[in-house]
């Protein structure tokens, strides 16, 4: 398992120098540099979400934390008839487009639960209590879940170790800063309106290959390739979604091997929500959502995703 850190802790890291000319200069001051130690702690880029807390799925969705951003938030989302998935998705726009669900294939009724356990786990019960969905096992040390700005879901243990996060478990969607490790795939929603893993699948194969396949549903092997990258077997190793839009393949130096989309120049990320996502017809589309008005030569940019660019260009050419 990948272990990342948060940096959590930095900006605390150089104040107790600072404490200490403080303390020599007035003792009010030393009372101060708390005050600043308490709001450095509480200025994170997140809020934790502690052991012990859970939360039961009404008839609307329920938020069960929004990041500090606002932008993103995570609760149980209603799929279909009555199904609810817990979900993260964008929070300040009406359509409150989904971008990750936990139980997927497995949606919940009225009264399911969503929990993280005092032993350190996150799980969704149904309303008989029987635990549906669990990204990992129990005492496995998480002290804390966080929903982080960028959209990633986190477990951590106590030194702010990740030890399970959304971006590394992806459903249809991938958001800026999201990498793709190999052996990961990213599979459509079956339809429009039912969010199960579906037909088609963008996948980063251990060889190092990038292809968009098919796939055997209900199953999710994939069956025919109808886009893929070239040459990249035995050099391909991650797929970047960086802060500028841009998605590409890199060697495990860094070296761009494939562009899949390239940067989005005229809608930077810090003006637009930006997304891509295999769509239930098979395409892999870059989205972008105003986040306030933006105005264009030729008037505004229409408050709703719009799809920039494609891959493959035309699919029809593919698997019609
Ligand atoms: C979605 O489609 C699958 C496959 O046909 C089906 O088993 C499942 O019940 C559907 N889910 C919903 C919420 O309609
Ligand atoms: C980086 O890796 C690629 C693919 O393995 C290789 O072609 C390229 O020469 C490497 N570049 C550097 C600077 O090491
Ligand atoms: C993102 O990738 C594109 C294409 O490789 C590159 O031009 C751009 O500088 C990168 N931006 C950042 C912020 O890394």
Redesign the pocket.
């Known amino acids: 398992m990948r272990r990342t850190r948060l940096h959590v802790h930095l900006q605390i890291l150089y104040y107790p120098s600072m404490a200490f000319d403080f303390k020599l200069q007035c003792p009010f001051c030393f009372f101060l540099f708390f005050l600043l130690l308490l709001y450095t702690t509480t200025a994170q880029s997140y809020s934790k979400i502690s052991l012990g807390l859970s939360f039961v799925a009404q008839d609307d969705n329920l938020v069960w934390r929004a990041s500090r951003s606002g932008d993103f938030a995570v609760g149980f989302r209603k799929i279909g008839m009555d199904g609810l998935l817990l979900s993260i998705w964008f929070d300040k726009i009406p359509e409150k487009t989904v971008v990750w669900s936990a139980n997927r294939n497995d949606p919940v009724e009225k009264g399911s639960i969503v929990e993280l356990t005092t032993d350190g786990n996150l799980v969704v019960k149904d309303q008989k209590g029987r635990q549906i969905w669990s990204p990992i096992s129990a005492d496995t040390g998480i002290s804390y879940a966080a929903l982080l700005d960028t959209g990633n879901l986190v477990l951590a243990s106590q030194d702010n170790t990740i030890l399970w996060q959304s971006f590394e478990n992806p459903t249809d969607t991938l958001l800026p800063t999201q990498t793709m490790k190999l052996d990961t795939q990213v599979i459509a929603h079956y339809t429009e309106t039912n969010y199960s893993s579906g037909r088609y699948k963008f996948m980063l194969q251990r060889d190092g290959n990038l292809l968009l396949y098919t796939t055997n549903f209900p199953f999710n092997d994939a069956v025919a390739p109808y886009w893929l990258t070239q040459d990249s077997i035995g ?1 391909g190793f991650q797929v970047i979604f960086n802060q500028s839009g841009a998605i590409y393949l890199a ?3 860094g ?1 761009l091997l494939n562009t899949v989309f390239p940067a989005l120049e005229s809608t930077p990320t810090q003006d637009f929500y930006t997304r891509a996502t295999v769509d239930y017809d098979g395409v892999l589309r870059q989205y972008a959502y105003p986040k306030s008005t933006v105005a264009t030569s030729g008037g505004r940019w229409p408050k709703a995703w719009t799809a920039l660019s494609f891959q493959p260009s035309n699919i029809c050419k593919r698997i019609c």
């Open positions: 050099t060697a495990g130096n070296t």
